[in-house]
């Protein structure tokens, strides 16, 4: 299995974010998968690993997330993941539950990419705190 193609089509699949589909080499966005799998293989390794052979399995269906979803070993540990995976895209964040701060209350950790994080354009923002923008714009109406 190639971890990097299975990981890019699951993030696809998950998120539905066109761009994931093929990254250009070399380009920043292929860094960010990079890094993006790294981290979350060594920060959650086997539950992960298991989310990726389990999606590896699936991606030829003709829909891969129904059959994803649909599969009885897509729960607890897995979907967990699958939902770290939306997270990291998104926020470029994602939890590391402990033994006493399960779900929400689990610390949140930087994935190192906020301001490019896909939320943004989604949203039609820019990320808290961060913009392109020159000093003052806020005083100016949107168009």
């Known amino acids: 299995m190639d971890e990097f193609k299975v990981f890019m089509a699951l993030s696809k699949t998950l998120t539905g974010?066109?761009?994931l589909v093929s990254v250009e080499p070399g380009s920043l966005?292929?860094?960010m998968a990079k890094d993006y799998?790294?981290?979350l293989k060594e920060q959650f390794g086997g539950d992960f690993v298991a989310l990726l052979t389990l999606y590896d399995s699936k991606s030829s269906a003709p829909d891969p997330l129904a059959a994803l979803l649909d599969d009885p070993a897509f729960k607890d540990s897995i979907e967990s993941m699958a939902k770290q995976v939306v997270n990291v895209w998104l926020l470029s964040q994602y939890r590391v539950e402990t033994s006493d701060k399960k779900g929400e209350a689990a610390p949140v950790f930087d994935a190192g990419y906020f301001e490019l994080g896909f939320i943004w354009p989604a949203i039609k923002a820019h990320p808290i705190g961060f913009s392109h923008k020159s000093h003052g714009y806020w005083t100016a109406k949107p168009e």
């Open 17 to 19: 974010i066109e761009a």
């Open 29 to 31: 966005r292929e860094r």
């Open 37 to 39: 799998l790294h981290r």
